[in-house]
Every structure is written in structure tokens, then in C-alpha cells.
Nanobody
Framework: QVQLVESGGGLVQAGGSLRLSCAAS????????MGWFRQAPGKEREFVAA????????DYADSAKGRFTISRDNAKNTVDLQMNSLKLEDTAVYYC?????????????????WGQGTQVTVSS
């Protein structure tokens, strides 16, 4: 069993930055690929970024490339999402998820565990 708790959301002006963090319980954190997804009101939950268990591989949605960076610290059981140059359309609830198989990193239905989410609001 893995429990995930996100933090770091908030209100930020367009062009600003936020750093989200996801803390995981358990002693097998490094065996899980981790992903960040987001869900805006009235929309489906969508993939944002993912990182392999070792941290050696990362993947980003086109909307996140060049602006967001995902990283993890297996010693601390955390995965972070650094978000720069934020846009109004980045406004959403952001969720971190964990699954065993990195190959399915973009498939939300393949994630075994989810956090409760953290709200990110970008204002003009």
C-alpha cells in the first residue's frame, strides 16, 4: 500500500512559478513510476509528466515541455513538479499517482495509487 500526499499548490500570477511536491509512504517507493496529472473543471484528468522509478527517464505532455520539470528523491520518498512560466490554462487540481510500470505512464487508468490533489490557480 502506498499513500500519496501532494502539497505546494496555490494562487500565482501568470508567468510565475510553483513547485508541487508529493510525499509517499512505504519502503518500496523506488519501484514505482510516478506521474503528475491535472484536472480542470469540466475536463478529464490529463497527463502532465512522469518519471521512472530510478529517475533516469522522464516524459512530459506537450503542454508541459520546456516549462515543467519532474524530479524525485528516492531517499526522501518524494516527487516534485517544478512549474515555471505558468499560464492561465494551467489552472487545475494537480494529482500525483504511482504505478509499477513506466511504459503506461500516460494512462491514468493504470495508476494504482493517487493523492488527494492540490489546487493550482493561475491569475492574469
Amino acid at each position: 500500500q502506498v499513500q500519496l500526499v501532494e502539497s505546494g499548490g496555490g494562487l500565482v500570477q501568470a508567468g510565475g512559478s510553483l513547485r508541487l511536491s508529493c510525499a509517499a509512504s512505504g519502503r518500496t517507493f523506488s519501484t514505482y513510476a510516478m506521474g503528475w496529472f491535472r484536472q480542470a473543471p469540466g475536463k478529464e484528468r490529463e497527463f502532465v509528466a512522469a518519471i521512472s522509478g530510478s529517475g533516469g527517464s522522464t516524459d512530459y505532455a506537450d503542454s508541459a515541455k520546456g516549462r515543467f520539470t519532474i524530479s524525485r528523491d528516492n531517499a526522501k520518498n518524494t516527487v516534485d513538479l517544478q512549474m515555471n512560466s505558468l499560464k492561465l490554462e494551467d489552472t487545475a487540481v494537480y494529482y500525483c499517482g504511482a504505478q509499477r510500470i513506466y511504459t503506461f505512464r500516460r494512462v491514468k487508468g493504470r495508476y494504482d495509487y493517487w493523492g488527494q490533489g492540490t489546487q493550482v490557480t493561475v491569475s492574469s
